[in-house]
Structures are given as C-alpha cells and as structure tokens.
C-alpha cells in the first residue's frame, strides 16, 4: 500500500504548452480509485460476522437493566407507547436532556422483540455490527487495502468500549454510528466531485476559461448532503455532536479548493465559495426539517415534559409556533441542564484521561453469581481493550508528523475528526462539568483510522517510491501481529466485559490500574 500526499498545486490547462498530461490530472485527483472486488466485499463480510456473533450472542445477560439502560430502555418502551417520554416513579411526563432519536432506535428492538433485555439491547448490537462494516468500507476508500481495511474492523470488533456498549442500551452506539456515517459520506462526495473535473477535462473543458463553461455540468452533491443528514441525525441523538460541523464544513472547502487548483482554475477560492456555499443553506433547511421530524412524538401529542408551557404559564398559546416556542424552551431548560451538570460521580474521568484507560465505567456488578467455588464477582466493565487504545496515543504523534511531512489530506480529515470530537470536552472541564469515559466513542473509529494509516505508513514505499517487498512483507507481520495482540487482550477481558462471573482472584488479576479500576 503506498500512502503519499496529493498534489494541491494549481497546473495550467492540459491543452496549454507544458502542461501535465490528463492522465496525470487524473492520477493527481484520483490516486485511489476503489473497483467493485468481491473479494473484498467477502472479507469484510467475514469481519462483520465475527463482530455481529461477538455481540449479539448472549445478548440478554445480564438479566435486568444496567446502568443508564434504567433511562433509556424505559424511555425507549414509553416513546414507542405515548410518543414522548414518562416517569414512572412520579407518574408523569419525564424531563429530559437528550434528544429523542436515539430512544426511538432501542425501541424499535423491544418493538420487536418485547420488552426485554433483548429487546432494548437489540438496536445497539445492531448498530454497532454496522459500524465495524461502514468502518472498513471508508478504510478501504482512504488507503485502497482491503488488508488495512479488516484490520480497522478487527481492531473495532475487539475493543471493549465499543464491544460493551453494543450491548447496552445507552444512546453513544447511535451517536458514533451517524458521526461516523457522515465521515463516509464526506469522503464518498470528495471522490464523487473530484472525478465530475478529472471526466470534464477528459471530454476537452477548460477549467482555466470562464463563465459556466469552465465547470462540469450541474449535479447535485447527493453524498454531500447525506453527509450533512447523517449529521443532523447524530445531532438528534445527543447535542455533542455539533462540534463535528465546523470540520465538516471546513473539509467540504478545502476539498474543493484543493480540486480547483489541481485542474488549473483560474480563482479556486472564490470560485468555490460561489458554487458550493449554495448547497450548506440546503443542509441547513434539511437539518431543521429532520431535527424537527424526530421530535413528532412530542410535538403531535399533548402529554410531553412542557408541552403546553406556555399555556401553563399564562401565556397565549398560537396553533404551531406556540408548540415550538415551548419545544425552544424545552431546548434552553436542556441545554442549561448540560452546562451546570457538575455533581460528582464515582466514574466520571476528565478527556485527558480517556486514552490511558485511568477510568472505565462499572455498568454490572454481583458477588452473588456461582463461578465453581469460593469468592466470586461478576463485572460489565465500560473499558477498552488496553492494547488497543495505548497504542493511540503514539499512533496520534506518528499521524501527525505524516501529516506534516507528507501533506496527506487524509492524515488531516482524520486528525481534524478527532480534534473536534476531543478537544472541545477540554473546555468543559475548566468547569468541572462532570463527563464520563464512554464520550469518548465518537473518537473511536477516527482513533482506529489513525492506528490504521500508521501500519499503513510501515508497510508503505521504499527508497525512491518504489515498491521493497522486503518492507511490505515485515510491516504486514507487524501489523498482523498488532491485531492479534488486540485480539488476544479483548479475549482476556471478556468475562468482564460480558458479566460473567469468574473467581474474584482472576478478577483482581483483571483491574490492571488497581484502584482506578475498581
């Protein structure tokens, strides 16, 4: 696999003289252009099935609802029963913080399956089996190796944060799933535009002319706004989703700036501010249109959390805009919730500490289950699989001097995702708002990508860009070996991952960090 930066120079037109041939246009703006191998498409099949058995057998155990599944699972049955949300221990409307969608997909499992574990744990399996997929599918769109591209889905298939919460039913499977579908679609989109140029200066244009004449015909960017829907959908899963946008918007520009150059434009900047700023007012119609939709429930019915807050209050309550006045201030009463929520909890962890694994999430716990004789513990432990994420840390400084050396736009997308994801919760923290390990998921594919490039990096050219066997054959067993090290970690931790019980001693043996495990 050859990972090497694109050209982003502008070119004159190739009918002018000493210009680069089409082909190297061609070569410039698609370097990598994924055929249809079904091959490939059985390889990864094989992944997606070793990841969905892994998740969804023993799907129900533990018995009863751990952790915030007392939430979710509950709200899920109640969305699906009243179209909003209800508390059962005070018997009436429930309040609260997160938008709905993510508690309509659990329910769609217990729509299915009943109101069991089963049921709410179904969707998340579900969700989580597809995202080791999507995975490997824009694995193999960035870096043109099937071989790269199992590895990132048996790397994903084997962590245990992402393992653990595919069968829970908490919210954060959805919201990765979505963030990460928005990445795929971006990436699709970027290919999709760059070969409109590459196929109008094979039929003779002149991107260098003027006028309409110096562009490809009109197309709508279809991959681009499913990129902007799928993340309007992450959005209608947790608020936390909205530092995603600036990066999205901000790659969509560079892409295209880049393209223009490459072909010769005459004002890439201001020509692409012109022809595609259009399409962001377009995705914002569609984000409020979607974001609305998910909230129906609410809004079609009369017994939601301040559905009539207005009309309580003794205000005038006008037919439409005075349900979406109280749904705003629904939103302010939400969002004031998020920015105060500061009380302390025996799991919660800074952003600092998500990479060092310093502190998972305890979701089960029982001394009581048999394991053969003597002490016994039974554990569902939010962690990841160790081998995996302390190798991020060191992936994350490699990537970003590729970045720098190389100028490798892939490098930076995936860098940029992981910024946005990452950093903003730094803020956060300057006012002890109280986080926890699992928010850190979104991060988790950009992560794995990340460790990717770099085995990819390993395996790459030799001396002068040529091909040295030599090199390929021992950065394919080092990066073989690494996903066997990750494999053979998940395996040790899986009792407790899985809430099994096992004899307490060989589950102290477990609790690596000690105390900050426990």
Known sequence: MTIAPEATASVPHPAAPGAPAVSDIRQRLL??????????????????????ILRFVGLDAPKGKIFDEVYYATDAHNIWRLGYEWDEKANTAGYVVHPPLGKWLIGIGEQIFGYNEYGWRFSAALFGTASVLMLMFVARRLFGSIALACAAGLLMSFDGMHFVLSRSALLDMFLMFFVLAAFTCLVLDRQQRRRRWVEFVEA???????????????????????????????????????????????????????????????????????????WFLVCAVLFFGIYLTTWSGWLLTDGGYNRHWLRDTGGHELPVIGALQNLWHYHQQAYDFHTHLDDPHTYQSWPWQWLLLARPVAFYWSSNDPCGGGSCAAEVVLNGTPALWWAFLPALAALVWLAISRRDWRAGAILGFIAMGWLPWFYYELDNRTMFFFYALPLEPFLILAVVYVLGAIMGPGKDGLPDEKRRMTGAVIAGAFVLLVALNFAYFYPIFTGQSIPYDSWLHRMWLGNRWI
Request: net charge positive.
């Open 31 to 52: 370097p990598i252009d994924v055929k249809y191998d079904p091959w490939a498409w059985l390889a990864m099949g094989i992944v997606t099935l070793i990841a969905g």
């Open 204 to 278: 003779g244009g002149d991107p260098a002319g003027r006028g309409r004449a110096s562009r490809p015909r009109f197309a709508v960017p279809w991959w681009r706004i499913a990129a902007f829907v799928m993340f309007t959908l992450a959005f209608s899963v947790k608020w936390s989703a909205l530092a995603f946008l600036p990066i999205m918007v901000f790659l969509v520009y560079w892409w295209e700036i880049g393209t223009r150059r490459v072909v010769g434009v005459r004002r890439p900047i201001v020509d692409t501010l012109l022809d595609e700023t259009g």
